[in-house]
Nanobody
Framework: QVELVESGGGLVQAGGSLRLSCVASGRTLGEFVMGWFRQAPGKEREVVASIVWSADYPYYADSVKGRFTISRDNAKNTMYLQMNSLKPEDTAVYYC??????????????WGRGTQVTVSS
């Protein structure tokens, strides 16, 4: 069993930055594809970015390419999402997920509880 805990959300003005963290406990993540998802009010959950943990290879949704960076610290069993040039449309609850079936899969074995990101205009 893997527990995922997100942190780092908050309120920021458009153009600002936030860094989300996801700490995993229970096992190492070496075999996993890990991902960040988000869900805005009234919208479906979507994949934001994912990373093949063992290869440290990232994938990004088109809407965040060039603005968001996913990374991981293997020693800390922690994944990050650096979010720059934030836009009001980035406002959502952001979820950490583990053991995705593939880099853009909506199916994951493990989910965090989410952290709210609000971008004001």
């Amino acid at each position: 069993q893997v527990e995922l805990v997100e942190s780092g959300g908050g309120l920021v003005q458009a153009g600002g930055s936030l860094r989300l963290s996801c700490v995993a406990s229970g096992r190492t993540l070496g075999e996993f594809v890990m991902g960040w998802f988000r869900q805005a009010p009234g919208k479906e959950r979507e994949v934001v970015a994912s990373i093949v943990w063992s290869a440290d290879y990232p994938y990004y949704a088109d809407s965040v390419k060039g603005r968001f960076t996913i990374s991981r610290d293997n020693a800390k069993n922690t994944m990050y999402l650096q979010m720059n040039s934030l836009k009001p449309e980035d406002t959502a609850v952001y979820y950490c997920a583990g053991d995705l079936r593939s880099p853009f899969s909506m199916q994951a074995a493990y989910w965090g509880r989410g952290t709210q990101v609000t971008v004001s205009s």
